[in-house]
């Protein structure tokens, strides 16, 4: 546990995200991200930029060599997922959306080489109170609710700040978790957004949402100011006042060198309407490799340490996931356990089926994937997901 503590504590170290109490929208589907990069948090990626950025040049070799197996190159990373409903244990996101949002961040982030999954069973946190979150509220939130070494994903009904107005989303900085709106984390574009803060990534307008963006339209100092990429053109705040509905800008805001800001509505990190946002730059890409080459030893979560509390199939757990040399094995409590399991994919066709009497599965047969492994004893069955 010690060799834990000591990397929580890097991990917490490693994130200073501060949050604005900035006023935002009106209505819910204007609730934006309320993220913003504190000085903290430049300091210290200022402080692991070379790394980072020799992680970048690696990313860089991988993208330009076509043949580069993409299976040996991706990176798994495991998001706890909690739901909150209310403490009747109505509503909440369904499992479902949870699977959904996941696959389309899988989508996104395959070019950066990454495939987030699962860990273990979903969290539900069962409270009135906090379905109707507000910022500020996180230490209650967590509780006993948080897995080291995971990304620790809060999916809850209604978050509001402050002034009582409505939030998308955000990272904490203090914990390093992210908390979503159950309505944005299904858009197709929040929660990567959210993703790309934890991996360093800044709003394409910069670190502050108040104040217009240092960043010049020429470019010139594209690498310092603004979100210090350089393939994301300078950014003056988007906001669905100056997006039409066809994505184009309309605002007329200049730079202080008198240039016509041409944002980028396209940009997941940008403030531009949800429905518009669906990339990613190649420099994000890079970037967010990057910052996670860094720090990828605080990402990897101890399957051993779950710990079974009682005989029945139910606290049975599946490791490793994903799956590695072929082989999925269970930690079940029972003496020479006879299990019948079958595995599926999400349409539901069975694709193996067998017995285990050794707590040992051979998955060989499957191509690389997520998922399910029913598994049944006579007298109770559970369902565990799985990647290979
Ligand atoms: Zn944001």
Redesign the pocket.
């Known amino acids: 546990m010690k060799l834990y503590n000591t990397k929580i504590k890097l991990f917490l170290f490693s994130i200073f995200i501060s949050i604005s109490s900035f006023v935002f929208s009106q209505n819910e589907s204007e609730s ?5 990069t504190s000085q903290q948090f430049l300091n210290h990626y200022n402080s692991i930029k070379k790394q980072v950025k020799s992680f970048e040049q690696e990313f860089i070799k991988m993208k330009s060599n076509k043949n580069y197996n993409t299976r040996k190159t991706l990176n798994f990373i495991p998001i706890k997922a909690h739901i909150v409903r209310t403490t009747n244990h109505n509503g909440g996101l369904s499992e479902t959306s949870v699977i959904k949002a996941i696959e389309n961040l899988n989508e996104i982030y395959a070019d950066a080489f990454m495939k987030f999954y699962l860990f273990d069973e979903i969290n539900y946190l069962d409270s009135d109170e906090l379905s109707n979150f507000k910022k500020g509220n996180e230490q209650t939130l967590i509780g006993t609710n948080y897995v080291p070494n995971t990304i620790n994903v809060y999916f809850i009904e209604a978050i509001e700040n402050s002034f009582g107005e409505s939030i998308c ?3 904490e900085e203090k914990n390093n978790i992210i908390i979503m709106k159950n309505s944005c984390a299904v858009n197709d574009s929040s929660l990567a ?2 993703m ?2 934890f991996f360093s990534l800044l ?1 394409t307008h910069g670190p502050s ?1 108040s104040r217009l963006t240092t960043e010049l339209v020429d470019g010139s100092n594209c690498d310092t100011d603004g979100d210090g990429i350089c393939d994301t053109p300078a950014d003056p705040t988007l906001s669905n006042n100056t997006i039409d509905d066809s994505c184009n800008y309309s605002g007329n805001v200049k730079d202080s060198h008198g240039n016509f800001f041409k944002p980028d509505t396209r940009n997941i ?1 940008s ?1 531009s309407r949800k429905s518009c946002r669906n990339y990613f730059s190649e420099q994000q890409f890079s970037r967010i490799y990057g910052y996670y080459k860094t720090i990828e030893d605080s990402l990897k979560p101890d399957y051993h340490e779950i710990e079974t509390e009682n005989n029945d199939l139910i606290s049975v757990k599946i490791y490793p996931n994903p799956v590695s040399n072929d082989k999925l094995f269970l930690k079940v409590s029972l003496e020479n356990p006879s299990i019948n399991y079958t595995i599926t994919n999400f349409q539901g066709q069975t694709l193996s089926q067998g017995k285990t009497s050794n707590k040992e599965i051979n998955v060989n047969n499957l191509s690389p994937g997520s998922y399910l492994l029913v598994l049944d004893n006579g007298t109770s069955s559970v369902v565990r997901k799985f990647i290979k």
Request: proline fraction near 0%; charge should be negative; aromatic fraction near 12%.
């Open positions: 934006i991200c309320a993220t913003e989303g955000y990272v957004h959210e790309g803060h709003h949402n990190m403030y």
